[in-house]
């Protein structure tokens, strides 16, 4: 579905991805782990567009889409959901759910849409006319992932949705990205956690300084001495 071809993205001068490649397959969960300043939010922003690759291509659907203008990435089926949320905190968590479904494609389908995802986020029917900056952290990483899921994606790309969570709260959202994903939408997620990451994903990325270093199924990855030492507290 969608393959990063030995593609770097820069700042200025300097690379912050340097020749990364990667693929997602339909409804696949993938995963793509490493440490703070490793490059995971400027990879997952090329990704959704926000980026442009400096070299290498980004090809969805045997289309190459790295030169299109970032409004048009949404149109290809990818829908991201930032690190920080990025909610409209002023607005209503029914109005930033809307603005998730501004495609006219999507549009169409607004009110079926808003439909599951509240099948999805039952707390969120609740506080339909509640304005985003009141819910809690969890509830606005609800609202952010449905916001995107109202674009009706084929991949969703998730930027640390663990991030300032409550342990029981991460668990829920964890819980509903595998939910999600099983309905057919091919998730790529940047994660930290690495340990609850690698229990969701099919396949998955090691990125250090910009470069992937380890690759391969979950089981592949935890078999790595020094990964298990780095990123999973093993001796």
Not at 48 to 67: F, M, P, T, Y
């Amino acid at each position: 579905m969608l393959e990063l071809r030995d593609a770097t993205v820069t700042y200025g001068a300097a690379p912050a991805v340097s020749h990364v490649s990667l693929r997602v397959e339909q409804g696949e969960m993938v995963v793509v782990v490493g440490p703070n300043g490793a490059g995971k939010t400027t990879l997952i922003n090329a990704l959704a567009g926000l980026h442009q690759l400096a070299d290498g291509e980004l090809v969805v659907n045997g289309k190459k889409i790295s030169r299109l203008p970032r409004h048009r990435f949404c149109d290809e089926g990818i829908a991201l959901v930032p690190e920080g949320r990025r909610l409209f905190t002023e607005m209503t968590v029914r109005e930033n759910l809307e603005l998730g479904s501004y495609r006219r494609a999507a549009k169409a389908y607004r009110r079926e849409t808003i439909e599951a995802v509240m099948g999805i986020f039952p707390v969120l029917r609740e506080r339909l006319e509640a304005t985003a900056g009141t819910l809690s952290g969890g509830q606005q990483q609800m609202l952010a992932i449905g916001r995107a899921l109202m674009a009706r994606p084929k991949l969703l790309l998730l930027d640390e949705p663990s991030l300032g969570l409550a342990p029981a709260i991460v668990q829920e959202v964890f819980r509903v990205i595998r939910e999600i994903n099983a309905k057919g939408v091919a998730v790529l997620l940047v994660e930290q956690n690495v340990a609850m990451a690698l229990d969701l994903a099919r396949r998955a990325y090691v990125l250090e300084e910009g470069r992937i270093v380890a690759q391969g199924s979950p089981q592949e990855i935890r078999s790595h001495p020094e990964i298990e030492r780095a990123y999973l507290g093993q001796a």
